[in-house]
């Protein structure tokens, strides 16, 4: 009986697998994949002659076909054009990025230059590989974009969804607990500090295709521990949003917006 037992659970482990698992790219491949993707962007090393280059491109194009030919279905999806698309694309991703990094430097008066922000800032990582990500959701590559997310997250404790629109440049300083959801839209020369979440006012699976996340508008600062919720809340541009913030309503252009010692929140208008 115990036999029996066990072939039924093997069997659905089996079937589960295969309908499942198969369907799904090696983590480690992909993790692979992006830390080439992001060593020929921004080498750590003085191996930087343009035959080795050229060569880590052409493997990395190589290795993005197979992870997408590993587990999506040609037919609902043409491999080739969305490797190409998403290659063709690359170097504006790497000049948003400089000057995403470029943002860091002016904004933090600890970093040594934008070389030091590159290499060594958890705030920088988190938003280079949403930008790579967010690139292959538009391109309506499906379950890789997660699994990078999902990497970046682990490793800066950052966790923006590949879809979130995000304008260039994008400051994150110090980063960790910072949450951006799915259909947030945030703006040119915004900075977000530490424990900072762009949320959902509701949670429910019948929102998927509602815009459940804020709008921040450009020039706009979040500081430590704020949280933003709703689709229908707008930050307006050249705005401050102080530490501990809670909002479910928007500001307009030109606020302050405080948490004072009684725990109100006080909002201040100067509209030029």
Same mark, same amino acid.
């Given at each position: ?154 490793? #800066? @404790?950052?966790? *923006?969804?590949?879809? /979130?629109? $995000? %304008?260039?440049?994008?400051? !994150?300083?110090? =980063? #960790? @607990?910072?949450? *951006?959801?799915?259909? /947030?839209? $945030? %703006?040119?020369?915004?900075? !977000?500090?530490? =424990? ?77």
């Amino acid at each position: 009986m115990k036999d029996i037992q066990l072939n039924g659970f093997i069997e659905l482990l089996f079937q589960t697998h295969k309908a499942e698992w198969e369907a799904t790219p090696s983590n480690q491949q992909a993790i692979h994949w992006l830390n080439d993707l992001l060593e020929f962007l921004f080498p750590n090393s003085r191996l930087n002659k343009k035959i080795i280059y050229e060569g880590q491109l052409k493997k990395s194009q190589i290795e993005l076909e197979n992870i997408l030919l590993s587990y999506l279905d040609p037919e609902q999806i043409n491999i080739t054009d969305a490797v190409e698309r998403f290659y063709e694309a690359l170097a504006g991703i790497y000049q948003d990025l400089r000057a995403d990094a470029a943002r860091m430097y002016e904004q933090d008066p600890a970093a040594g230059s934008v070389h030091e922000v590159i290499v060594s800032y958890p705030g920088f990582y988190a938003i280079a590989v949403h930008r790579i990500a967010h690139q292959l959701s538009q391109l309506a590559v499906p379950i890789l974009p997660r699994i990078l997310n999902e990497h970046a997250h682990g490793k #800066t @404790g950052v966790d *923006i969804h590949p879809s /979130a629109r $995000i %304008g260039v440049p994008f400051c !994150i300083d110090h =980063g #960790t @607990g910072i949450v *951006i959801g799915a259909t /947030a839209i $945030i %703006g040119k020369n915004v900075t !977000i500090y530490q =424990g900072v979440t762009i949320g959902a006012a509701q949670v429910s699976k019948g929102l998927k295709d509602t815009k459940r996340h804020p709008t921040v508008e450009d020039n706009v600062t979040i500081y430590a521990r704020s949280t933003i919720l709703g689709g229908k809340t707008i930050i307006g541009h050249d705005s401050i949003i102080g530490g501990s913030v809670f909002l479910t309503k928007s500001v307009e252009p030109y606020s302050s917006v405080f948490n004072t010692h009684q725990l109100r929140i006080e909002v201040k208008t100067d509209i030029q």
